[in-house]
């Protein structure tokens, strides 16, 4: 299980395959040349979270990120939530709220002060 759980996380900091908004576990299994009922047992009896929020999660730091480095002076929150791999922005908006514990535009006046 740690094989699978170190792959997984170096796969994570190559946050490219994550944007995909089509992005499935089986994808994952791929990436990783692990068979798809690994990952799923892996999820589901190893790890605290599913997958979909494991991916949330991932896209929600990675906002996070380029909020702060400046991302929105040129986008917008709608074009940041899609370049996460999220639908629309009301996806986007849910899941940054649920992980960060705030909207993503008090966040923003947040670290401005």
Same mark, same amino acid.
């Given at each position: 299980?740690?094989?699978?759980?170190?792959? %997984?996380?170096?796969?994570?900091?190559?946050? &490219?395959? $994550?944007?995909?908004?089509?992005?499935?576990? /089986? @994808? !994952?299994?791929?990436?990783? %040349?692990?068979?798809? /009922?690994? #990952?799923?047992? #892996?999820?589901?009896?190893? /790890?605290?979270? /599913? $997958?979909? @929020?494991?991916?949330?999660?991932?896209?929600?730091?990675?906002?996070?990120? !380029?909020? &702060?480095?400046?991302?929105?002076? +040129?986008? +917008?929150? @709608?074009? #940041?939530?899609? &370049?996460?791999?999220?639908?629309?922005?009301?996806?986007? !908006?849910?899941? $940054?709220?649920?992980?960060?514990?705030?909207?993503?535009?008090?966040?923003?006046?947040?670290?401005?002060?």
């Amino acid at each position: 299980m740690e094989h699978y759980i170190g792959a %997984i996380e170096r796969l994570s900091k190559d946050f &490219e395959v $994550f944007k995909d908004s089509k992005f499935l576990l /089986s @994808d !994952l299994a791929k990436k990783l %040349i692990i068979p798809n /009922s690994h #990952l799923i047992y #892996l999820f589901k009896y190893h /790890s605290k979270i /599913s $997958f979909f @929020d494991f991916k949330n999660n991932l896209r929600i730091q990675e906002s996070v990120r !380029l909020m &702060e480095s400046g991302h929105l002076k +040129t986008n +917008t929150l @709608d074009t #940041l939530a899609r &370049e996460m791999g999220f639908e629309s922005y009301n996806p986007f !908006l849910n899941n $940054f709220k649920k992980i960060v514990g705030i909207s993503p535009i008090k966040y923003m006046k947040q670290i401005k002060h």
